[in-house]
């Protein structure tokens, strides 16, 4: 069964950094794209961005609003993706979770963690 | 970005009903276009995906359609646990979602 579990959320300041990690069970976490997806209270969810598996380079793709501020990482040894915050801003006050992809298309959301929420407030 | 545009927003309806919620993109995304149904305090779950084809596990009472900019999901026989939350999603690229449908119980 696959189980994501994500974790490193809290309370922050604007403008500092934090760092949430999404750990993985029950399939080959090498093989699948990881995205980091949010959700502001009272809305739709956002897709933030994602980072390929190693076959495909390892390369990862940002949503606008997050582009330049958070990184996305991955250890396939420990079957951990990681999502690095920077420069946060009260406005990326979500819920966030991670989820893979259906091996057909990157962009088809097929399995979510739990969810880890983030407020940023001074 | 592909704006997704629902309606109804908030839907009333009882159990054994049949609803249809429908989902508009500003631009083609042929038939990459996805459901999902969450709960509150839940992660969204995949429920259609390409517009039509039904997630594994995901109940036959639920079916998608449509492609270009005009989709719908329909539900038929509406049952207790279906009261929650639908988005559609596009998938043809950069992904976006819908504000959602509220589907409450009459």
């Known amino acids: 069964e696959v189980q994501l579990v994500e974790s490193g959320g809290g309370l922050v300041q604007p403008g500092r950094s934090l760092r949430l990690s999404c750990t993985a069970s029950g399939f080959t976490f090498g093989d699948y794209p990881m995205n980091w997806v949010r959700q502001a209270p009272g809305e739709g969810p956002e897709w933030i961005g994602f980072i390929r598996s190693q076959a495909y380079g390892g390369t990862t793709e940002y949503a606008a609003s997050v582009k330049g501020r958070f990184t996305i990482s991955r250890d396939d040894s420990k079957g951990i993706a990681y999502l690095q915050m920077n420069s946060l801003k009260t406005e990326d006050t979500a819920v966030y979770y991670c989820s893979t992809s259906r091996a057909s298309n990157w962009y088809d959301f097929d399995h979510w963690g739990q969810g880890t929420p983030v407020t940023v407030s001074s | 970005d592909i704006q997704m545009t629902q309606s109804p927003s908030s839907l009333s309806a009882s159990v054994g009903d049949r609803v249809t919620i429908t989902c508009r993109a500003s631009?083609?995304?042929?038939?990459?276009l996805n459901w999902y149904q969450q709960k509150p305090g839940k992660a969204p779950k995949l429920l259609i995906y390409?517009?039509?084809s039904l997630e594994s596990g995901v109940p036959s009472r639920f079916s998608g359609s449509g492609s270009g900019t005009d989709f719908t999901l329909t539900i038929t026989s509406l049952q207790p646990e279906d009261f929650a939350i639908y988005y559609c999603q596009q998938s043809f690229n950069t992904p976006t979602f819908g504000q959602g449908t509220k589907l409450e119980i009459k």
């Open positions: 631009r083609s995304v042929f038939t990459y």
């Open positions: 390409a517009a039509s």
